[in-house]
C-alpha cells in the first residue's frame, strides 16, 4: 500500500467514510465549481473613484508610495523623474509586457531600458500589474514572459504600473478575472499579491523596510477609473456588488 | 535541532524564567503583537463576521478532506507538478533528500517552513552533505545560534539586538571585526547581502505553504521578507512541505481567511508577500523552477479527525494564541519543547509525539480563555487541552501525588454532609494558626507560600455560621 | 424579569465558605436588599478542580448532586464568575447526550447565575446603597469576563458608591495567574504572572483592588503582601453590600 494510499485511508477512517458517497462528492464537485464568494467587507465595494482614492492611501499605510498621470504615454517621463527623485541612476529594467513596451521609452533620452528577467543587478525594476485590491491596497502581478517574477523581488526599487480602472474593491474580482484569462482550474506559475515593500521585524522586533525584496515599491495609476470601454470584468464586478448588497 | 523536550517544561520554564536576557526580549516583543491585532481588528467591522466565514470553511474541508486532497492533487499535476505523500517524519524526509540528489544539489535556500522544523529536516539535510540556508532572517537568526524557533511566526522573537550584534560577528568573519553594527539597518543589510549570494547559487528552493488551494492546485506562502519568493524562483527544483490540513477549497474562501490570518498575525491588513505558485515554469516563462513538488506529510494529522481534537486542525498558524497567553508570555516558546509553543503548540505537540513526550503542556494554562478568544478561526483551545487531562487521567499519566490528592478531596467532595464537617474544622484550625491573618509559610502549601502569603481562614466556615444563625 | 420574593438558592463556593464567609454574607444582604429570600442548601463544590483534572467521572457525580440540591430555587447564585461559569457552560458538556438528564440539566444551567451580573441584568438593580471612601481598581476574573461576558456589570454597581473613585489598570483583563490548580502545580510561573499583574495594580494608585472570584483575589492578595505593598484586596461583593468593616483579605482578625 502506497503512503498516499494509507494517508487517504487513515483520513476516511478517522472521517468515518469510503470516499464512494454521492453526496459527499457532489458537495465538493459543487464547491469546486461553483466557487462562490464569501463575506466582502464593504471597504472592497467603494464606487470606481473612490476605489483609487482608498487603494493609493492603503499603499501608503503600507509604506509605498503613489503617483497618478493621465495617460500611458506619460509613464516613461514619470519613471524617470522618480528615478532622480531618489537618487538613482537612469537605468532600469523590464518585462516584455505589451503595455510597457508600447510606451514611449526612447523620448526618456538618458534612461537606459534593459528587458527580461533580472540576475540581481538591477537596481530599478518596472513591472505592469494584472490588477490591483483597494482594500488593502494590493497589487497583483501575474508571471510570465510579459511581467518577469524577479523583477518583483530582485531590484532594490520596484515600480509597478496599474491601470486605473483594473483597480478592483477586492479579491473576488481579479481570481474572475483570472479564471476569464487562463480557465477554470488552471494558473500561471506564480501570482504574487503584493502590498508595500519588503520589510522584517526580526532584530529586537524593530521594523525595518528592505529585508531580501524590494526596499521602495512605488505605484504609478494610469488614466481614469472608467476610462474607455469597460472591461468585463467591471461587469461582473458590479453584478456581485448587487448581489451582495441584496 | 526540535529533538523534542517538551517533558522537561518545568526545568525549561524554571530556566527561562531566571533568564534576564529572555525575559527582556519577550518582555519587549510581548505587547506589541497584542494592540496592533487589537487595531487591524478594530479598523474593520466585518472582522468578527470573517472568522465565523473563516471557521465554516476550515470545518467543511475537514469533513471532506480526502476528496481535497485528491481534488487538489489533480489540479497540481494537471499543471505540471508532483505530489508525493509521507505518512510521517522519516518519509517525507527521505523524499525530500531523493529529489534533493535528483537535482544534484549541493545547496538549499529555505523558506520559513515550521513542518520542516516539525521534520528536523536541515539536519538530516546536512548529514547528507546537502547544506540547507534558512534565508527567513529570524530563521537565519536561530540558525546560526543552533536553536530551535520560539514562535512560529517571529522565529527569534527571544533574542535581543545585541545578541544578533554578536552573532553576526562570530558568524560572519568576512567582514571586518570591528564595524560598527549599532543600527538593525546595517545588520539587515549584511545579512541581506549574504543571503542573496546564497539565493542565486541554490539548487533547490524548499517553502512551506499557509494554504493549498484545491481548486487550481496552488500553494501559497504568507511572507513579509520575500525571501520566500527569492527562494522558490531562483533554483531550479522548488519542494513545497506542507501537512494535509493546509487544503483549503477555493481561491474566494482561501480570501477569507487571508483577511484574517495578518490582522491576527501581525495587525497588518495583508502581508507584504502573498504568493500563489503552482507547478514549474511554462513555455515562455523567462524565470521561474523547472520542477515543482509537493510533500503531503500527516505525521499524526489524520488520526485527529474524527475525535475531540479535530478542531484543531483549523489552526491557520497565525500565531495570536501565544501572542495573548499569559504563560507563554512567561516564559517564551522553547519551553513547551517543540517547533509549536503555546496554546495552539500544547494541544497539537501531544498529537504529534505523544501524550507521555508532553505530560506539562495541556497542563500549564490557568485556562484564562484569551486564545479561544482570539483565536481566528474559533478553535476551542481550553476545552481540547482539558481532553489532553483527560486522557492523562485515564491513562494515569499524572503524577502519583496529584493523583491521590485528587481522590482525597473526591472523597470529600462527593460527600457534602462530610465536606462541611471537614472543611469547618480545618478552617477554625488554620484560621487559629493564621492569627495574622496570613501565612508566610505552611506545610504542604509550599508551592504558594512560596513566591506569595496565603490569607487564613476567617474562622468557622459560612455554611456552618449559616446553620448557627438559622437556628431558631 | 425578576420579581421580589423569587427564591435563591445561594452557591457559596468552596473558597469563600473555607477562607471568607464574609463574602457569603455580603452576597446575601445584596439579595436580600433586592428582594430575594436566601437559602443555602448543603453543598460541597461545583467541581472543578476534578474537571480541570480529566477527571470526568468524579465532576459529573457532583454536578448530578448539585442539580438535585438546587432544584427547589428559582435561580442559583454564585459570588464567583468562575464557579458560575463551571455550572452554567461547563455542566452541559458532562451531559452531553444523555437524553435522561437534559430537561434538568438545562433548567438548572438556565437560572444560574453570578452574583452582580445577577444583580444587574436580571433584578435590574441599579444602584445600591452603599459608602466606600477610598479609590479602587478591578481586575476582571477570566471566566467571568470571557464565559459569561462580566465586565461592565460591576463597574456599573461601583459607580454608584458613594465616596468610592474607580481607577482602571492596564491589563485588567488579562490573567492573575491563579488559575486553579495551576498556581500549585507551576508556582514559579504562576508567580511571573502575578508579579506582572501586581505591578499594574500599584500603577494604577488605587488603594483597595477588587475582584469578583476569591481565588484570583487571594493570589493578588498574597503577592502584594508578599512585596510589602499597601493595597488591601477585597470581594465586590463586600464593598456593594456596605460590609467593610471585615478585615481585607489576608490582614488579622482584630
Request: aromatic share 6%.
Amino acid at each position: 500500500m502506497s503512503s498516499r494510499d494509507t494517508v487517504l485511508a487513515s483520513v476516511r477512517r478517522g472521517l468515518g467514510v469510503t470516499g464512494n458517497e454521492a453526496a459527499r462528492r457532489a458537495a465538493v464537485q459543487e464547491r469546486l465549481a461553483r466557487h462562490a464568494r464569501g463575506l466582502i467587507p464593504a471597504r472592497g465595494q467603494l464606487p470606481p473613484e473612490e476605489r483609487i482614492a482608498l487603494f493609493r492611501n492603503m499603499v501608503a499605510a503600507a509604506a509605498g508610495t503613489t503617483t497618478r498621470v493621465a495617460i500611458a504615454a506619460d509613464v516613461p517621463k514619470e519613471v524617470a523623474a522618480l528615478l532622480r527623485t531618489l537618487n538613482l541612476p537612469q537605468a532600469m529594467r523590464r518585462g516584455d509586457d505589451p503595455r510597457l513596451a508600447a510606451m514611449p521609452w526612447a523620448e526618456q533620452k538618458a534612461l537606459t531600458v534593459s528587458t527580461g528577467a533580472s540576475d540581481g543587478s538591477d537596481l530599478a525594476g518596472v513591472s505592469h500589474a494584472f490588477g490591483a485590491i483597494a482594500e488593502s491596497g494590493t497589487l497583483m502581478l501575474l508571471s510570465g514572459p510579459d511581467n518577469p517574477t524577479t523583477l518583483n523581488f530582485l531590484p532594490d526599487t520596484h515600480i509597478v504600473v496599474i491601470s486605473a480602472e483594473d483597480i478592483a474593491g477586492d479579491y473576488e474580482s481579479l481570481w474572475t478575472r483570472l479564471r476569464e484569462r487562463y480557465g477554470a482550474g488552471a494558473m500561471p506559475r506564480v501570482v504574487n499579491l503584493i502590498t508595500g515593500p519588503s520589510r522584517s521585524a526580526d532584530i529586537g522586533q524593530t521594523l525595518i523596510l528592505g529585508a531580501h525584496g524590494p526596499r521602495r515599491l512605488h505605484v504609478i495609476v494610469v488614466g481614469s477609473a472608467t476610462g474607455g470601454n469597460p472591461p468585463s470584468f467591471r461587469r461582473v464586478n458590479s453584478r456581485v456588488i448587487a448581489r451582495n448588497r441584496s | 535541532m526540535t529533538t523534542a523536550t517538551s517533558q522537561r517544561f518545568k526545568e525549561n520554564a524554571r530556566a527561562a524564567l531566571a533568564d534576564a536576557q529572555l525575559q527582556r526580549a519577550i518582555g519587549d516583543a510581548g505587547g506589541g503583537f497584542v494592540l496592533r491585532r487589537q487595531e487591524a481588528a478594530g479598523k474593520l467591522p466585518e472582522f468578527d463576521a470573517l472568522r465565523d466565514s473563516a471557521q465554516a470553511i476550515k470545518e467543511h474541508t475537514l469533513r471532506h478532506l480526502d476528496l481535497y486532497l485528491e481534488a487538489y492533487e489533480e489540479r497540481v499535476t494537471a499543471q505540471g507538478g508532483h505530489v508525493h505523500y509521507a505518512v510521517n517524519a522519516e518519509e517525507a524526509r527521505a523524499i525530500v533528500l531523493d529529489l534533493c540528489r535528483k537535482a544534484g544539489a549541493r545547496s538549499v535556500t529555505k523558506g520559513k517552513s515550521m513542518v520542516s522544523e516539525e521534520m528536523e529536516l536541515n539536519a538530516f539535510l546536512e548529514q547528507n552533505g546537502i547544506a540547507a540556508v534558512e534565508t527567513d532572517l529570524g530563521e537565519y537568526i536561530i540558525q546560526i545560534r543552533h536553536e530551535a524557533p520560539s514562535h512560529i511566526i517571529a522565529p527569534a522573537i527571544h533574542v535581543t539586538k545585541e545578541q544578533v550584534q554578536a552573532d553576526f560577528r562570530r558568524v560572519h568573519t568576512h567582514l571586518p571585526a570591528d564595524r560598527n553594527l549599532d543600527e538593525s539597518t546595517t545588520m539587515l543589510t549584511e545579512a541581506r547581502n549574504i543571503l542573496r549570494e546564497k539565493f542565486l547559487t541554490a539548487d533547490v528552493g524548499i517553502t512551506g505553504a499557509n494554504f493549498l488551494v484545491a481548486e487550481t492546485g496552488s500553494s501559497i506562502i504568507v511572507t513579509n521578507e520575500g525571501n520566500g519568493d527569492l527562494t522558490q524562483t531562483l533554483p531550479k527544483m522548488h519542494i513545497v512541505l506542507a501537512t494535509i490540513e493546509k487544503l483549503v477549497p477555493t481561491l474566494e474562501d482561501v480570501s477569507q481567511l487571508l483577511r484574517v490570518l495578518a490582522r491576527s498575525a501581525t495587525g497588518q491588513e495583508m502581508s507584504v508577500y502573498t504568493t500563489l505558485s503552482t507547478g514549474p515554469r511554462r513555455p515562455g516563462d523567462p524565470d521561474g523552477p523547472a520542477e515543482y513538488h509537493v510533500v503531503l506529510l500527516d505525521n499524526g494529522r489524520s488520526a485527529m479527525l474524527g475525535s475531540p481534537f479535530q478542531d484543531m486542525l483549523r489552526c491557520i498558524r497565525c500565531g495570536a494564541c501565544m501572542n495573548h497567553c499569559p504563560v507563554y508570555n512567561a516564559v517564551g516558546g522553547h519551553a513547551y519543547g517543540f517547533v509549536y509553543p503555546g496554546p495552539m503548540g500544547s494541544v497539537l505537540t501531544p498529537a504529534i509525539i505523544g501524550i507521555e513526550n508532553a505530560k506539562h503542556l495541556p497542563n500549564a494554562s490557568t485556562f484564562c480563555g484569551r486564545c479561544e478568544e482570539v483565536c481566528p478561526v474559533r478553535i476551542p483551545l481550553p476545552r481540547m487541552l482539558r481532553a489532553w487531562r483527560e486522557r492523562e487521567f485515564e491513562r494515569h499519566l499524572s503524577p502519583a501525588t496529584v493523583r491521590s490528592g485528587l481522590a482525597l478531596w473526591s472523597f470529600f467532595a462527593k460527600r457534602p454532609k462530610l465536606y462541611s464537617f471537614a472543611t469547618n474544622i480545618a478552617a477554625q484550625m488554620l484560621s487559629a494558626l493564621g492569627k495574622r491573618g496570613r501565612f508566610r509559610r505552611l506545610p504542604l502549601a509550599s508551592g504558594w507560600t512560596r513566591h506569595r502569603d496565603l490569607p487564613a481562614p476567617q474562622g468557622a466556615t459560612f455554611q456552618a455560621q449559616w446553620k448557627a444563625r438559622s437556628r431558631p | 424579569m425578576a420579581e421580589p420574593g423569587k427564591r435563591v438558592g445561594l452557591f457559596v463556593t468552596c473558597l469563600v465558605d473555607l477562607i471568607r464567609p464574609s463574602v457569603g454574607f455580603a452576597a446575601v444582604k445584596l439579595l436580600q436588599d433586592a428582594g430575594c429570600t436566601v437559602e443555602v442548601p448543603l453543598q460541597s463544590c461545583c467541581g472543578q478542580p476534578a474537571f480541570n483534572s480529566g477527571d470526568r467521572r468524579t465532576t459529573r457525580a457532583i454536578a448530578e448532586q448539585v442539580i438535585a440540591a438546587f432544584e427547589p430555587y428559582d435561580y442559583v447564585v454564585a459570588p464567583s464568575g468562575s464557579c458560575a461559569g463551571m455550572l452554567k457552560t461547563h455542566y452541559p458538556e458532562l451531559f452531553e447526550g444523555d437524553a435522561a438528564w437534559s430537561e434538568r440539566v438545562d433548567g438548572f444551567c438556565g437560572k444560574t447565575f453570578e452574583l452582580v451580573s445577577f444583580l444587574t441584568d436580571v433584578l435590574r438593580v441599579t444602584r445600591v446603597g452603599a459608602r466606600f471612601d477610598g479609590t479602587v481598581t478591578y481586575h476582571d476574573s477570566c471566566s467571568g469576563l470571557r464565559e459569561l461576558g462580566i465586565r461592565a456589570q460591576p463597574r456599573r454597581l461601583l459607580a454608584g458608591v458613594d465616596g468610592l473613585e474607580l481607577k482602571e489598570m492596564t491589563d485588567a483583563d488579562v490573567c492573575c495567574g491563579f488559575g486553579g490548580t495551576f498556581c500549585v502545580k507551576y508556582p514559579d510561573i504562576s508567580n511571573a504572572i502575578v508579579a506582572k499583574k501586581t505591578e499594574c495594580i500599584a500603577a494604577s494608585g488605587a488603594d483597595t483592588l477588587l475582584a469578583g472570584d476569591l481565588g484570583c483575589l487571594m493570589n493578588m492578595a498574597g503577592k502584594l503582601q508578599r512585596e510589602g505593598r499597601s493595597i488591601k484586596a477585597r470581594h465586590v461583593a463586600e464593598v456593594l453590600a456596605g460590609m467593610t468593616d471585615v478585615p481585607a483579605i489576608g490582614e488579622p482578625q482584630r
